[in-house]
């Protein structure tokens, strides 16, 4: 059985002081839920972001990191790395990595094949483009994110994959893809997990939406059959509106 999901990617926002107030606003307000409630905050908060949340049940996890084990990668940060301070979840190839620190399907596909190697759970992210939905290629360009990043794992080992589409049109823009689109995309995707692995895969992955869910629309998205939460960017950086998306789950 697949579990709902509300993640919080804080990107490069809040300093130390600032994270700390978030948590424990969001610890305090935490409506009661069988959703997984995650956050991510920048790395270098990550150690004191998981003292905060000692007692909660809000789980912290990783924007990013690195396909190596260690060695000479500079301002890199490893699998290892993470799982001892007790992170076991790290976001890959949120369209911000692929756009602006060139990170290839084949870059992801080996820090997929790490983390999942060291047991780490991964929430992989993918999207079209503008361009790819105005050219109607979008299901196209998904389709071949998956393959080229997923498709050699394991049967096996797709229970530590969450998946997170994230049309790119739609992160920070104010434009959310409609209910509609996100569903007839996220049905999409179990279909092409399907006919590379089986239904029963297809069936048990949490497919979370992202792309500007604000409370507004978070009840309407999340009603949808094959969304199973969402991974949300602004909203998550002001306690009333996250605690308000998870209401929404
Ligand atoms: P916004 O919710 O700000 O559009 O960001 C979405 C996102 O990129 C989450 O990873």
């Given at each position: 059985?697949?579990?709902?999901?509300?993640?919080?990617?804080?990107?490069?926002n809040k300093n130390l002081v600032e994270t700390e107030t978030l948590l424990t606003e969001l610890a305090a307000k935490l409506p009661?839920?069988?959703?997984?409630?995650?956050?991510?905050?920048?790395?270098?908060n990550?150690?004191?972001?998981?003292?905060?949340?000692?007692?909660?049940?809000?789980?912290?996890?990783?924007?990013?990191?690195?396909?190596?084990?260690?060695?000479?990668y500079t301002g890199e940060i490893s699998a290892d790395m993470l799982l001892n301070v007790g992170i076991d979840t790290a976001i890959i190839g949120h369209s911000e990595r692929r756009a602006y620190f060139g990170e290839t399907?084949?870059?992801?596909?080996?820090?997929?094949?790490?983390?999942?190697?060291?047991n780490m759970r991964?929430?992989?992210?993918?999207?079209?483009?503008?361009?790819?939905?105005?050219?109607?290629?979008?299901?196209?360009?998904?389709?071949?994110?998956?393959?080229?990043?997923l498709f050699s794992v394991e049967a096996s080992e797709w229970k530590n994959i969450i998946l997170a589409y994230e049309p790119v049109w739609a992160i920070g823009t104010g434009e959310t893809a409609s209910p509609e689109q996100a569903q007839e995309m996220h049905?999409?995707?179990?279909?092409t997990i399907t006919e590379?692995?089986?239904?029963?895969?297809a069936n048990n992955v949490s497919i979370l939406y992202g792309g500007s869910v604000k409370p507004a629309n978070a009840v309407e998205i999340f009603s949808k059959p094959d969304v199973d939460g969402g991974l949300i960017g602004g909203?998550?950086?002001?306690?009333?509106?996250?605690?308000?998306?998870?209401k929404a789950i």
């Open positions: 059985m697949r579990t709902k999901i509300v993640a919080g990617n804080w990107k490069m009661d839920t069988t959703a997984e409630v995650m956050v991510a905050p920048t790395f270098i990550l150690v004191s972001a998981k003292q905060s949340l000692d007692n909660s049940t809000i789980q912290v996890i990783a924007q990013n990191m690195h396909f190596a084990d260690s060695g000479a399907d084949e870059i992801l596909a080996k820090k997929v094949t790490t983390a999942l190697a060291k991964v929430m992989f992210c993918f999207g079209e483009e503008l361009e790819d939905r105005k050219s109607d290629n979008h299901f196209n360009v998904v389709a071949s994110q998956l393959k080229n990043a049905a999409f995707i179990r279909k590379a692995y089986d239904a029963s895969i909203a998550a950086l002001k306690a009333d509106d996250f605690v308000a998306i998870i």
